[in-house]
């Protein structure tokens, strides 16, 4: 099972009377791996939350991957969940690869990141799904733009070009999402050491670098993992910080 409770920060008392623990459960319509009669359900047992939470306008999110650890992993999927933070009640969710396999968000730990665009009706949220099916209703392998709360679907998606070779060797997005306040950009990096930068209005690629190398030798890949930061200098030069295994 996973649960969603809220505690009362001033005292430790469990408030149940916000209906805490929720239950954390969820289905989908698809036919992917696993699925049963046209519908996948969110399973516990092979889920770990391994993203950090993400509180917006009084709405919790919660991302999940599966474990992998000792079971059949092409039947694990990536979600994201919606809960109101004052009754626990969920107000949406969204299967990453609802016709297909994988897609979990796991982000190196790293929580999911919103933009509050000035005259926007609503923030979207961005979230990084690891490797998986591409294509039609599956965004495995991709930057996600996703509409927030009651409406919670995904709105567009980025997908490195080399998605196909990145899937077969394991090489997957592997960072949170990186948000620039001042910029209309989204980040997000992978286990071959690339990053992208992507257009957060249309999701196109704007910048594609060598951010990890491995100067060791041998053939393990530059992995970046966590997220990488940002600082502008007292000349406005802006700098990104990555750091690789």
Not at 60 to 74: M, N, R, V
Not at 122 to 147: D, E, H, K, M, W
Request: neutral net charge; contains cysteine.
């Amino acid at each position: 099972h996973f649960r969603l409770p809220a505690f009362d920060l001033a005292t430790g008392r469990e408030r149940r009377e916000m209906n805490s623990p929720a239950e954390i459960e969820s289905s989908y319509l698809g036919n992917g791996a696993g699925n049963v009669e046209g519908r996948i359900r969110f399973s516990p047992r092979k889920m770990l939350n391994r993203p950090g939470l993400l509180l917006l306008n009084g709405v919790i999110y919660l991302a999940f991957t599966s474990h992998l650890d000792g079971e059949p992993k092409f039947e694990g999927h990536g979600w994201i969940m919606a809960f109101d933070a004052k009754s626990l009640r969920q107000l949406g969710a969204v299967c990453t690869t609802p016709d297909g396999i994988q897609g979990g968000i796991w982000q190196s730990g790293v929580g999911l990141a919103a933009d509050s665009r000035e005259g926007a009706p609503y923030p979207l949220i961005y979230a990084v799904a690891a490797n998986g099916t591409v294509g039609g209703r599956n965004f495995a392998q991709s930057i996600l733009q996703v509409y927030p709360g009651q409406f919670m679907g995904i709105k567009q998606a980025f997908t490195p070009p080399e998605q196909a070779y990145q899937n077969d060797q394991d090489l997957d997005l592997s960072t949170g999402p990186v948000l620039f306040p001042d910029l209309p950009f989204v980040l997000g990096c992978s286990k071959d050491g690339k990053c992208y930068l992507v257009d957060r209005s249309n999701m196109r690629l704007v910048q594609e670098f060598q951010a990890g190398t491995n100067s060791y030798g041998g053939v393990r890949p530059a992995n970046i993992h966590g997220a990488p930061v940002y600082w502008r200098d007292p000349n406005h030069n802006l700098q990104l910080y990555v750091w690789g295994e």
